[in-house]
C-alpha cells in the first residue's frame, strides 16, 4: 500500500505547500487619520496574477549596461529628417522590440511556455509592453512583431498605448504574449527587477537612459548607456544563458546593423 499524502502541517514544513501568516488585520484610525480607498480593477486583477507570479517562479534579475549612442544619434536624426516630410517617429521602444525578436530568434528558449513536464516552443513573437495608464499599468500586446519594420513597430505601440490611456483596449489587444518589455525610461531609475508575466518565461526592463565615462583603450569618453534587467524563470533559462542573451541584445543595440545577419 502506498504511503497517505503528508498533512498541511507536514506538507507545509517539507516545502510542499505554503504555510503563511495570515494577513494582520489593523485599525489604522488608532494611529491617525486615514481615507480608505477602493483598490481599482485593474490593480485587483493584476495584483492576483502577480503575486502567483512572485511565489511560484524561480526568478533571477541579470544585468548589463547597453551603448546606444548611435542609435539614439541615428534616431534623433531620421525623426527630424521625417518631421519635414511629416512621416512617422522613430521610438526607442520600437528598436528595443527588434532587438528583442533578434534575440529571441538566436536564443529560443526565450520564446517558450513551461506546460507541465513539456516546454512549448513558440514559432510567432509577440511582444508585449507596460504602458502607465491612469488606472493602472496594462500590457498591450504587438502581435507577429518579427515581420514588422521600426517604423511600424513604432506606430503600433503608440496607437495601443493610446487606446490603454483612454481604457480602449480590447481583451484581446492584452493576450498572446510572448515576451515583455516594461520601460521605465520615461520617469528614471538606474534598475530594477520586474517580475516575469506567467506563461511567459522572461521580461526586460529598461530604465533611464544616461551619459557615462567609457574607457576606450587610451582615455575616458562619454557614451549614452542604457540600462537593462532582464528577470529570467531559472526552470528554462540558467545564468549562462541570461547572460548571454543580455549581451546580445546589447551588441544589437550598440550596432543594429547586425539585426540584418
Known sequence: LSAPPPAPAAAAASGGGLDLLPWPKIDFSKFGATDVQPLSRIKRISGANLSRNWVMIPAVTYHEDADITELEAFRVQINKENEKAGGAKLTMLAFLIKACVKAM??????????????????????????????????????????????????????????????????????????????????????????????????????????????????????????????????????????????????????DMRRSML
Open 105 to 254: 530568434q538566436k536564443y529560443p528558449e526565450f520564446n517558450s511556455s513551461i506546460d507541465g513536464d513539456n516546454l512549448v516552443m513558440k514559432k510567432y513573437f509577440n511582444i508585449g509592453f507596460a504602458a502607465d495608464t491612469p488606472n493602472g499599468l496594462m500590457v498591450p500586446v504587438i502581435k507577429n512583431a518579427e515581420s514588422k519594420g521600426v517604423f511600424e513597430l513604432a506606430k503600433e505601440s503608440g496607437d495601443l498605448a493610446k487606446q490603454a490611456r483612454e481604457g480602449k483596449l480590447k481583451p484581446a489587444d492584452m493576450q498572446g504574449a510572448c515576451f515583455t518589455i516594461s520601460s521605465l525610461g520615461g520617469i528614471g531609475g538606474t534598475y530594477f527587477a520586474p517580475i516575469v508575466n506567467a506563461p511567459e518565461v522572461a521580461i526586460l526592463g529598461v530604465n533611464k537612459s544616461a551619459m557615462k565615462p567609457v574607457w576606450d583603450g587610451k582615455q575616458f569618453v562619454p557614451r549614452l548607456t542604457l540600462p537593462l534587467s532582464l528577470t529570467a524563470d531559472h526552470r528554462v533559462i540558467d545564468g549562462a544563458l541570461a547572460t548571454r542573451f543580455n549581451v546580445y541584445l546589447a551588441q544589437l543595440l550598440a
